[in-house]
């Protein structure tokens, strides 16, 4: 089975990342769309219209039968667009976590770390209307502004990332807040800094898994059911540093494995 993953940079490789842990049986391409990254700062036109330029791309060049959109901005901006527009492929795209927060906190204090877009996004705002009646829960939502470049730059660990982490952070911790959402693919990289500033007990909620669980599922609808070994080919619109491409699948044995070329989109 053929499936095009694709992300404004490295982010949407955690995602890739837990459907190779939990999926079987696909050739994954995936697209780093550097070139055109950050998506969180530009229009819902534009990231719209970006994210139909690379289904197409996917679509016509290498006859993907799901398209993943591992970025919460991207799949608050296109995801109907793109269900519409291919009506026949399996579509998922990626929203923030606030379910399982809802279940798993205690202090019903819930901290939600996000680009801007995805926070204003219709989507977001929807979802969290919806779950928050569930319970009486709390949300401490904080727009990262910034944290996506740290970490394609691979500053993961480097005073400015932390110092920014521990100044949204601290209003959390402020209010006993148990449980962060991830709402950006980008920052489950990050996960270890977060969990020295706020605690090993901290619950940090990320979707690479929920996704691969919903591939899974979709895909054993459809018929297809294929076990061999996954291959992953990463694609890149700009530049990209590879260094943190190892860092991301440093527990990878197949590592050496993984191809990574330029293209154009």
């Known amino acids: 089975m053929k499936i095009g993953v694709f992300d404004s ?15 079987k049986g696909a050739d994954i391409l995936y697209i780093a769309d550097t070139i055109f990254a950050p998506y969180g700062n530009k229009t819902h036109e534009a990231i719209k219209n970006r ?13 993907i ?12 901006a296109a995801i109907k667009e793109l269900r519409n527009l291919y009506p026949n492929l399996i579509v998922i795209g990626t929203e923030p976590g606030i379910k399982p927060a809802i279940e798993l ?7 939600v770390l996000a680009t801007a877009a995805t926070l204003k996004g219709e989507k977001y705002q929807l979802l969290v209307n919806q779950l928050s009646k569930q319970k009486p829960i709390k949300l401490y939502e904080q727009a990262c502004i910034g944290l996506v470049e740290q970490i394609e730059k691979g500053e993961i660990n480097s005073f ?13 911790i402020e209010n006993s807040v148990d449980t962060i959402v991830l709402g ?9 800094n977060i969990k020295n500033i706020m605690g090993e007990n901290i619950n940090l909620i990320e979707t690479g898994q929920a996704i691969a669980n919903r591939l899974e599922y979709l895909c ?36 050496d494995e993984i191809k990574v070329r330029k293209c154009e989109i």
């Open 65 to 76: 039968e799901a398209l993943i959109v591992a970025c919460n901005t991207a799949t608050s």
């Open 105 to 111: 906190t205690k202090t019903l204090n819930i901290g």
């Open 51 to 63: 994210c139909i330029l690379i289904s197409e791309f996917l679509i016509k060049n290498h006859n």
């Open 160 to 172: 400015k990332t932390n110092e920014m982490l521990k100044k949204w952070l601290k209003p959390m």
């Open 220 to 255: 054993k609808i459809k018929g297809h059911c294929n076990f061999d070994p996954i291959k992953i080919s990463i694609l890149h619109t700009g530049n990209i540093n590879k260094n943190m491409i190892k860092k991301i699948f440093e527990n990878n044995k197949n590592i």
């Open 9 to 23: 940079g490295l982010g949407g490789l955690t995602v890739v990342k837990a459907i190779n842990k939990y999926f």
């Open 184 to 192: 950006c693919t980008h920052y489950p990289i990050v996960s270890d």
